[in-house]
């Protein structure tokens, strides 16, 4: 017989608000009695009733947010094993297991222990079982039940933005679409009307409208002006629970703001504007500003002004300011108070961005008048031309009159003009004008051949206001006459060769004439005729502006001639006639028998041009020169330099030196040394003054060592007289004046080498006079011994 062990999940209906249970199977009959068990099979898994229960359970509710004090209790845990002797522990695993959910080991029984909130989690999945708590065996399968908490509307809506920003057209129809919101409910929207929502206007009418469900605002009103008023801010409230009462609610705000349309017109604050305009307005200078005001905005403002008509229509013109919006009224020509002292003009403005829908407002556009008064200023004199242009011969006379230019004042006073050349045109002077009556004549001569336009300008000043002048360019071309006689295209230098033919081409000339010719230039060439007999060549006019030169007889000997100069006489054909003689140089040289030269007397037809070697060899011998000449000039600088008289301390003698040159002073300790007074024997015997020569050579005498503690005086003394009594001693040999200045000084000896007194012989007494400020000298170099009472 098989043994079924069941394992039983009981939930009691004590409480029915806190827990709820769902059935698995549907329901046989009647109400469930008080308690209600799962059971499940150990080994197949099959579920088993008990005989007297009705109902199966896998799935419960618990309501979310509990708000008692005490754990909120789930159901309870039960095996047909459990024998109440404590030998069973129950055990609970899964979502929340031992914190939000917590079970009786011993009874079974399952609490929730904190508030569970369904927004956060709405489904818990758990797992109990028991197990025999000697052996730690289970004695029933592990059996798995969901918890799913129940919703309470706890969370009002929320909408996706706090505020809304939408725009519409004005003048839009009713029921235009503005704007869509929305609004979440985080509540369970499968239970109840908890995350229904429903909206409603709170701040907006009756300009604006909501649809309940939706949260499409639409506009309410007909014919809303942005000119009257562009913003509107409206309040939308969500509210769950399908708005019924209790229901709880959110807000947001809605800014709308009306675009514009172009539904207003353009319009002139006045019908009539004046302006004033000096007739020396340049062309394209403004005369003044109008304005058409228009309300409404960006490219629905934008107008288009334009003259319709009046009488200066084609003297002004009008452009709009794209910033501004204004029309600028500026002078298209040349206003002539004289002429004409008042203009009217019609205006118009007109929308360029045109909405047909709003025709029926109205022509989108407006007139005025503008009526510009002329204004009359003194103005410099105008010239009768723009530019004058005039011709001369370049053979006038000077003084001749070559032109004339007019100029007037064209103000009604007429004032008079005088005229003048600038002279930043004319740096030369050649041409001058009558101050009078605009005449112009020249003042030099002319030559086209060496300028062809002259480029003057004219002033035209009044009389009575100088500053009052204009200018006018005047073109003076000056016209050829022939005066240049034809003269060769270039120099011609030609050979033949001595072994020459008779009648031989040897050289073809061509000629030029700086003049003009209308018709074209017609030279023709000939001989001199004190050449034309007695010549080696012969002259062949070719009738084309050329000419040929031919040889006369057969042979020609550049040893006996070697150059010929054949005069050639051109002539032109224009009136007056001009000639001129040119010379052609014919050097004769010696040539091959094809007639190529191999050498003439002039070598420069031969050699090239460059330097012989003679001058090449003369630079070099100067540039040799002018080197050595520099190292001389160094090496007598470098010789100038004088070595020092004094050599070492050794080379020194008990002697006065003589000096060819100025000293070095009080610094100069080279030239003598007192030590070897001392010593002599310090003195090398083979070394000479380097700083004098001697004019006879002497070899030194050798006198006895002086003691270490003789008196200097009396070793000068010594010395001084073995000097005066050596015959070999020479003459600038002397010391007399080392020790002592002389009998005769004043002053006496001024050497450290006299004082050989003692303090004791010196009386300081008289320190003791001089104050205070000298009592410590007094004291201490005063007399020692008191003086007796």
């Known amino acids: 017989m098989r043994t079924y062990h069941c394992f039983w999940l009981l939930f009691w209906a004590g409480q029915p608000l806190q827990s709820f249970l769902t059935p698995l199977s549907k329901r046989t009959s009647g109400f469930p009695e008080k308690e209600k068990v799962l059971v499940l099979s150990g080994n197949s898994r099959r579920e088993v009733h008990r005989s007297k229960r009705s109902w199966m359970w896998n799935q419960f509710f618990l309501l979310e947010e509990y708000t008692g004090t005490d754990y909120q209790y789930v159901g309870k845990l039960h095996s047909d094993q459990d024998k109440g002797d404590g030998s069973l522990k129950y055990i609970l695993s899964g979502d929340g297991a031992g914190d939000l959910f917590i079970i009786n080991e011993n009874t079974g029984d399952i609490q929730a222990t904190k508030r569970l909130d369904r927004e956060e989690k ?219 002292s008042l203009y009217i003009l019609k205006v118009e403005a007109t929308n360029t961005h045109v909405d047909p829908r709003f025709l029926y407002l109205g022509p989108f556009k407006d007139s005025a008048t503008v009526r510009i008064q002329v204004e009359d200023v003194d103005e410099p004199p105008v010239f009768s031309r723009p530019a004058y242009i005039m011709e001369v011969k370049e053979d006038v006379p000077i003084n001749s009159v070559i032109g004339t230019v007019t100029a007037q004042d064209p103000d009604a006073a007429k004032n008079p003009v005088k005229y003048s050349v600038d002279r930043h045109t004319d740096m030369d002077r050649v041409f001058n004008i009558n101050s009078g009556n605009g005449s112009i004549f020249t003042s030099k001569p002319l030559d086209r051949e060496t300028l062809l336009w002259h480029n003057i300008t004219v002033i035209a000043a009044e009389i009575n206001n100088p500053k009052q002048s204009s200018r006018v360019p005047v073109f003076i071309k000056v016209l050829d006459v022939n005066d240049n006689a034809p003269e060769f295209a270039m120099f011609y230098e030609t050979f033949v060769c001595e072994n020459a033919k008779a009648e031989q081409l040897i050289q073809t000339l061509s000629a030029v004439d700086k003049d003009d010719s209308y018709s074209g230039h017609q030279f023709s060439f000939s001989l001199a005729p004190e050449a034309a007999s007695s010549s080696n060549f012969t002259l062949q006019d070719n009738r084309d502006n050329t000419a040929g030169i031919f040889t006369r007889k057969t042979r020609y000997n550049r040893h006996e001639m070697s150059t010929y100069f054949l005069p050639v006489v051109i002539s032109d054909n224009e009136y007056p006639i001009q000639s001129s003689t040119e010379t052609v140089t014919i050097r004769v040289c010696a040539c091959d028998h094809r007639g190529k030269m191999l050498s003439c007397n002039a070598e420069a037809l031969i050699h090239p041009t460059g330097l012989s070697t003679g001058a090449l060899i003369a630079i070099l011998l100067c540039i040799i020169i002018l080197l050595v000449t520099v190292v001389l000039f160094a090496a007598l600088r470098r010789q100038r330099k004088k070595e020092p008289l004094i050599i070492s301390k050794e080379d020194i003698r008990d002697n006065i030196v003589s000096y060819n040159d100025e000293g070095g002073g009080e610094e100069d300790t080279q030239a003598f040394d007192i030590g070897t007074l001392r010593n002599p024997e310090a003195i090398d015997d083979n070394k000479l003054r380097r700083d004098i020569v001697p004019e006879t050579l002497f070899m030194p005498r050798r006198t006895a060592t002086a003691r270490d503690n003789t008196d200097v005086r009396d070793f000068i003394n010594q010395r001084l007289k073995e000097n005066d009594t050596d015959p070999t001693a020479p003459p600038y040999d002397s010391l007399a004046t080392y020790a002592y200045e002389g009998n005769g000084s004043v002053a006496e000896s001024l050497s450290s080498l006299e004082s050989v007194t003692t303090d004791g012989d010196q009386d300081y007494d008289y320190l003791s006079d001089w104050g205070p400020r000298f009592k410590k000298l007094a004291d201490m170099y005063g007399s020692s011994n008191p003086t007796p009472d």
Do not use: C, W
Not at 147 to 155: A, P, Q, R
Not at 159 to 167: I, L, P
Not at 190 to 213: D, H, M, R, W
Not at 252 to 273: G, M, W
């Open 122 to 340: 709405p489904v818990y999945i758990l797992r109990a079982q028991a197990i025999n708590r000697r052996t730690g065996r289970p004695v029933e399968p592990e059996s798995e039940f969901i918890i799913k908490i129940h919703d309470i509307n706890d969370n009002e809506p929320m909408f996706t933005k706090d505020v809304y920003n939408a725009s519409i057209p004005e003048m839009s129809d009713v029921g235009t679409f503005v704007v869509q919101v929305t609004a979440t409910d985080a509540d369970d929207p499968t239970y109840g009307n908890s995350a229904k929502v429903v909206y409603s206007i709170l701040q907006g009418q009756p300009y604006f409208s909501v649809e309940s469900e939706t949260g499409i605002i639409k506009t309410a009103l007909l014919n809303m002006d942005r000119e009257n008023r562009e913003k509107y801010q409206v309040v939308i409230q969500a509210k769950d629970m399908g708005g019924q009462m209790g229901g709880l609610s959110g807000t947001t705000t809605v800014n709308i703001t009306l675009t514009d349309v172009n539904d207003n017109p353009p319009r002139f604050p006045q019908s009539t504007y004046q302006f004033r305009a000096p007739e020396s307005t340049p062309p394209d200078s403004p005369v003044g500003r109008i304005k058409a005001n228009d309300a409404d905005v960006d490219e629905n403002a934008e107008i288009e002004y334009s003259i319709t008509e009046g009488d200066g229509y084609d003297m002004f013109g009008i452009t709009t300011d794209k910033d501004t919006q204004e029309g600028i009224i500026t002078v298209k020509k040349a206003l002539d108070f004289e002429n004409k």
